[in-house]
């Protein structure tokens, strides 16, 4: 199964599943593409250092959003992907990706979605979030990436025990333990499947949450 990665920042997601095909743990995933909609970002270095073709695609070379999304699904579509994997990307894609790449899209996401997802709702904002609200749990979401807005179905739910007096720093890195883990687990099921376009729905890396989540985009940043 070939995969198109998009990132924003860090690359912490990106690089837990580089490191997982460097070591042989997802014999069935070629990652083919890293797209970045920011220049200069560690994720786009940690694909170079791992052979992945890169390449940065902003808003400010488009005329516009949609022109740019479409860009970044054809761009996905001419490396031959069959999915993208959204790790620490902080868009919302406009409709014209999916029109341009219609393979599958599948999205990272730090909480138990429904909650604590939206606008506004990345990096420590989710964190905090969770701890403001006084959640006792909180955890992972991985989840398919539709136009619709809360429309993209839940692949996979970790939850994660919230700790008392944590700070959200504290809980975001244990959350992002987990997301690694997921994001290579979820990968492996769908490699071994040979393709991401037929996940069976029963597919769960770890226990679900008690509620049934109703998905929610989480990209709602200024764009870039
Ligand atoms: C992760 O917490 C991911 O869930 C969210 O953005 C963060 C990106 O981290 N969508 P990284 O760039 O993978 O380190």
Redesign the pocket.
């Known amino acids: 199964m070939k995969v198109g990665v998009l990132?924003?920042?860090?690359?912490?997601?990106?690089?837990?599943v580089l490191d997982a095909v460097a070591a042989g743990r997802l014999p069935g995933v070629e990652p083919v593409l890293v797209i970045s909609n920011r220049p200069g970002?560690?994720?786009l270095a940690i694909a170079e250092r791992h052979g992945v073709p890169t390449r940065v695609m902003q808003r400010a070379d488009f005329v516009d959003r949609a022109a740019r999304d479409a860009a970044i699904g054809r761009a996905l579509a001419e490396s031959g992907a069959e999915l993208a994997l959204?790790?620490?990307?902080?868009q919302l894609l406009a409709g014209a990706y999916f029109s341009a790449f219609t393979g599958r899209t599948i999205?990272?996401?730090?909480s138990l979605l429904p909650r604590h997802g939206g606008a506004g709702m990345?990096?420590l904002a989710?964190h905090a979030s969770v701890l403001a609200a006084g959640d006792r749990e909180t955890g992972?979401t991985i989840h398919d990436v539709t136009p619709e807005l809360d429309q993209g179905p839940p692949i996979a739910q970790v939850r994660v025990a919230v700790r008392i007096g944590e700070t959200a720093d504290e809980l975001?890195a244990r959350?992002?333990v987990v997301?690694?883990q997921m994001v290579v687990a979820v990968l492996a099921r769908l490699g071994a499947e040979g393709s991401g376009a037929h996940l069976s729905a029963s597919m769960t890396a770890a226990p679900r949450a008690r509620t049934r989540p109703r998905m929610t985009h989480?990209?709602h940043a200024p764009d870039a």
């Open positions: 990132v924003s920042g860090r690359g912490s997601n990106l690089e837990a970002v560690p994720a959204l790790a620490g990307y902080d999205n990272v996401h730090p990345m990096g989710v992972v975001a959350v992002l997301e690694h989480e990209r």
